[in-house]
C-alpha cells in the first residue's frame, strides 16, 4: 500500500515540474519576442544602457549593452564580413585560407628560399626553353638561352645595395665596341654620368681617357657576400688593372671600407691580384692549354693552383710521353727541384701530341700588387 502511494507521488511531482518548466520556456520565448518587437515597431533608436533577462524564477542577468553586446556584436560583424571576403573573392571557400598561404609564403622565403625560388624557376625554364627551341629553328640571334637557376634566383632575391650599386653602373652605354656586354667602359660610361659628366664627355672618358685606361677589356666575373661586406671581381684587360674603377665607384657610394679583391689577367699573360692572404683567389700560378682530352689527364683543366698543386702538374708533365725528348726528365729527378726550377723548366719546354703537332701551353706566376 506505502509503495503505491509513493509512486503517485512521485509520478504528480515530475508532472507539476514538467509543467512549470515548459511555462518558463514560454516566458523566456515571449521575453525575447517582445524585445525583439519593441526594439522595432517601438522605439528602435534607443540607446539601452543595460539588458535584463530572467533567468528563473529567482535570477536575473543584467548585462551592460555597451561593453558586452555592442563589443560582441562589432567583433561578429568583423569576423562575419572577412569570412564574406574569404568566401567570394579568395581562391579557397575556406575562411581564412588566403592569409594562411601569405604567411606560409613569407616564411619560406625568408627561411628556406629555394623552395619557393625553384618552383618559380621551374615554370620560368618550361617556358624560356620554349620560346629559344622556337628562336633557334628561325634563325633568330637575338634570343638568349634560358639562364641557369642560380642566375635566375639571384635576379629574383632580394639585393645588397652594393651589388645592386654595381650592376647599375654595369648596364649597357649603347656604346659601340670590341667586347660585347662585359665590356669595362660600360662601367666607366655610368660612373662618369653619376658624376654628373655629360653623355658626350662621358663617352670620351671611357673610350679614350687615361683614367679609365683598365676598360680596355672585360669584367669576366662579380662576386658579392650576402651582406655586401666584400666585392670579388675577375677581369681580362690589356695591360692596365681595372681595379681603379671599381675604387672610384665604391667612393662614390661611400663603400670605400669593405673588403676589395680583384684578379686582372693581362693580355701579355700577366696575371696580377691584391689578394695575397689568398683569402678569395688560391693559386700562385695560372695554368692555361688547349683542352685536349688525354693531355688534360695530365695538366689538369685551365685553372689558377697553389704551389703544391703546381708542383705535381710541373712535374707530371716534364715526365710525361707529350714533353718534347731534350726538356723530358725522369721522375727521380724531377722531384728534387724545387717549385721554381720545375715552373722555369716547364715554361721553356716544347710539348706535341699524337700526331706531332705542338701543344698550346702557358704557365704564369701570379703576382701581388
Same mark, same amino acid.
Given at each position: 500500500?506505502?509503495?503505491?502511494?509513493?509512486?503517485?507521488?512521485?509520478?504528480?511531482?515530475?508532472?507539476?515540474? @514538467?509543467?512549470?518548466?515548459?511555462?518558463?520556456?514560454?516566458?523566456?520565448?515571449?521575453?525575447?519576442?517582445?524585445?525583439?518587437?519593441?526594439?522595432?515597431?517601438?522605439?528602435?533608436?534607443?540607446?539601452?544602457?543595460? =539588458?535584463?533577462?530572467?533567468?528563473?524564477?529567482?535570477?536575473?542577468?543584467?548585462?551592460?549593452?555597451?561593453?558586452?553586446?555592442?563589443?560582441?556584436?562589432?567583433?561578429?560583424? #568583423?569576423?562575419?564580413?572577412?569570412?564574406?571576403?574569404?568566401?567570394?573573392?579568395?581562391?579557397?571557400?575556406?575562411?581564412?585560407?588566403?592569409?594562411?598561404?601569405?604567411?606560409?609564403?613569407?616564411?619560406?622565403?625568408?627561411?628556406?628560399?629555394?623552395?619557393?625560388?625553384?618552383?618559380?624557376?621551374?615554370?620560368?625554364?618550361?617556358?624560356?626553353?620554349?620560346?629559344?627551341?622556337?628562336?633557334?629553328?628561325?634563325?633568330?640571334?637575338?634570343?638568349?638561352?634560358?639562364?641557369?637557376?642560380?642566375?635566375?634566383?639571384?635576379?629574383?632575391?632580394?639585393?645588397?645595395?652594393?651589388?645592386?650599386?654595381?650592376?647599375?653602373?654595369?648596364?649597357?652605354?649603347?656604346? $659601340?665596341?670590341?667586347?660585347?656586354?662585359?665590356?669595362?667602359?660600360?662601367?666607366?660610361?655610368?660612373?662618369?654620368?653619376?658624376?654628373?659628366?655629360?653623355?658626350?664627355?662621358?663617352?670620351?672618358?671611357?673610350?679614350? =681617357?687615361?683614367?679609365?685606361?683598365?676598360?680596355?677589356?672585360?669584367?669576366?666575373?662579380?662576386?658579392?657576400?650576402?651582406?655586401?661586406?666584400?666585392?670579388?671581381?675577375?677581369?681580362?684587360?690589356?695591360?692596365?688593372?681595372? =681595379?681603379?674603377?671599381?675604387? $672610384?665607384?665604391?667612393?662614390?657610394?661611400?663603400?670605400?671600407?669593405?673588403?676589395?679583391?680583384?684578379? /686582372?689577367?693581362?693580355?701579355?699573360?700577366?696575371?696580377?691580384?691584391?689578394?695575397?692572404?689568398?683569402?678569395?683567389?688560391?693559386?700562385?700560378?695560372?695554368?692555361?692549354? $688547349?683542352?685536349?682530352?688525354?693531355?688534360?689527364?695530365?695538366?689538369?683543366?685551365?685553372?689558377?693552383?697553389? @704551389?703544391?698543386?703546381?708542383?705535381?702538374?710541373?712535374?707530371?708533365?716534364?715526365?710525361?710521353?707529350?714533353?718534347?725528348? /731534350?726538356?723530358?726528365?725522369?721522375?727521380?729527378?724531377? $722531384?728534387?727541384?724545387?717549385?721554381?726550377?720545375?715552373?722555369?723548366?716547364?715554361?721553356?719546354?716544347?710539348?706535341?701530341?699524337?700526331?706531332? /703537332?705542338?701543344?698550346?701551353? #702557358?704557365?704564369?706566376?701570379?703576382?701581388?700588387?
Amino acid at each position: 500500500m506505502f509503495f503505491k502511494i509513493f509512486g503517485k507521488l512521485t509520478a504528480l511531482l515530475f508532472e507539476m515540474n @514538467k509543467e512549470n518548466m515548459a511555462e518558463q520556456q514560454n516566458k523566456d520565448w515571449l521575453d525575447k519576442l517582445g524585445e525583439f518587437f519593441s526594439k522595432i515597431f517601438i522605439n528602435p533608436n534607443k540607446d539601452i544602457a543595460y =539588458s535584463i533577462r530572467k533567468r528563473g524564477e529567482d535570477e536575473i542577468e543584467i548585462r551592460d549593452s555597451i561593453f558586452d553586446g555592442y563589443a560582441r556584436g562589432f567583433i561578429r560583424f #568583423v569576423l562575419i564580413g572577412m569570412t564574406l571576403i574569404n568566401v567570394f573573392h579568395g581562391s579557397s571557400g575556406i575562411p581564412f585560407y588566403s592569409q594562411y598561404l601569405e604567411a606560409k609564403s613569407d616564411y619560406e622565403w625568408a627561411f628556406n628560399p629555394d623552395k619557393p625560388a625553384m618552383a618559380q624557376y621551374l615554370n620560368y625554364k618550361e617556358m624560356a626553353d620554349r620560346h629559344y627551341k622556337i628562336a633557334q629553328e628561325e634563325n633568330n640571334p637575338f634570343i638568349d638561352p634560358p639562364m641557369s637557376y642560380e642566375e635566375y634566383k639571384q635576379g629574383i632575391l632580394s639585393k645588397s645595395p652594393l651589388k645592386d650599386f654595381i650592376l647599375d653602373l654595369k648596364a649597357n652605354s649603347g656604346i $659601340e665596341n670590341d667586347f660585347g656586354k662585359d665590356w669595362l667602359g660600360h662601367l666607366a660610361f655610368n660612373l662618369c654620368k653619376r658624376k654628373g659628366l655629360s653623355n658626350e664627355e662621358s663617352k670620351e672618358a671611357a673610350c679614350y =681617357s687615361s683614367d679609365y685606361a683598365g676598360c680596355r677589356g672585360t669584367l669576366e666575373s662579380v662576386d658579392f657576400d650576402e651582406d655586401g661586406s666584400r666585392l670579388e671581381i675577375n677581369t681580362e684587360t690589356k695591360n692596365n688593372s681595372a =681595379s681603379l674603377i671599381f675604387k $672610384e665607384a665604391l667612393s662614390l657610394s661611400g663603400l670605400e671600407n669593405i673588403e676589395f679583391y680583384w684578379l /686582372d689577367f693581362y693580355e701579355n699573360g700577366e696575371i696580377e691580384t691584391n689578394d695575397s692572404k689568398q683569402v678569395v683567389f688560391k693559386g700562385d700560378y695560372f695554368i692555361d692549354h $688547349e683542352c685536349e682530352p688525354n693531355f688534360m689527364e695530365i695538366a689538369s683543366e685551365p685553372d689558377t693552383y697553389t @704551389k703544391e698543386e703546381a708542383r705535381k702538374i710541373f712535374i707530371n708533365l716534364l715526365t710525361s710521353k707529350y714533353v718534347h725528348k /731534350d726538356d723530358a726528365l725522369i721522375k727521380e729527378e724531377a $722531384e728534387k727541384l724545387t717549385t721554381e726550377e720545375l715552373f722555369n723548366l716547364v715554361d721553356s719546354a716544347e710539348f706535341y701530341n699524337d700526331d706531332d /703537332d705542338e701543344i698550346y701551353l #702557358v704557365v704564369k706566376e701570379v703576382s701581388y700588387a
